[in-house]
């Protein structure tokens, strides 16, 4: 069993940057693709950015390509989201996730994003 904490969330202005933080404990996660999600209010649960174990590609949104930066440390067992030009649509809950057989297995309990124009 894997636990995932999330970290970093907060309140910013429009155009600003803010590091998320997911830290893992518990059975290893290094060799789980690791994702970032968000949940704004009243919408669905949607994808943000992933990355492979080792290898492969890393995927973002179409909404946040370009700004944001997913990485990981496997020495660290931890996982970052560096979220740039922040606009106030990005405002959500954003949840860490670790999938294994090709599903989302296991998730944060997630933090609190707030963007002001």
């Not at 789980?32 to 009243?42: E, I, K, L, S």
């Not at 931890?78 to 296991?106: F, H, I, K």
């Given at each position: 069993q894997?636990?995932?904490?999330?970290?970093?969330?907060?309140?910013?202005?429009?155009?600003g940057?803010?590091?998320?933080?997911?830290?893992?404990?518990?059975?290893?996660?290094s060799?789980?693709?690791?994702?970032?999600f968000?949940?704004?209010?009243?919408?669905?649960?949607?994808?943000?950015a992933?990355?492979?174990?080792?290898?492969?590609?890393?995927?973002?949104?179409?909404?946040?390509?370009?700004r944001?930066t997913?990485?990981?440390?496997?020495?660290?067992?931890?996982?970052?989201?560096?979220?740039?030009?922040?606009?106030?649509?990005?405002?959500?809950?954003?949840?860490?996730?670790?999938?294994?057989?090709?599903?989302w297995?296991?998730?944060?309990q997630?933090?609190?994003v707030?963007?002001s124009?």
């Amino acid at each position: 069993q894997v636990q995932l904490v999330e970290s970093g969330g907060g309140l910013v202005q429009a155009g600003g940057s803010l590091r998320l933080s997911c830290a893992a404990s518990g059975r290893t996660f290094s060799r789980d693709t690791m994702g970032w999600f968000r949940q704004a209010p009243g919408k669905e649960r949607e994808f943000v950015a992933a990355t492979p174990w080792i290898g492969g590609t890393t995927g973002y949104a179409a909404s946040v390509k370009g700004r944001f930066t997913i990485s990981r440390d496997r020495a660290n067992n931890a996982v970052y989201l560096q979220m740039n030009s922040l606009q106030p649509e990005d405002t959500a809950v954003y949840y860490c996730a670790g999938q294994r057989s090709l599903a989302w297995a296991y998730w944060g309990q997630g933090t609190q994003v707030t963007v002001s124009s």
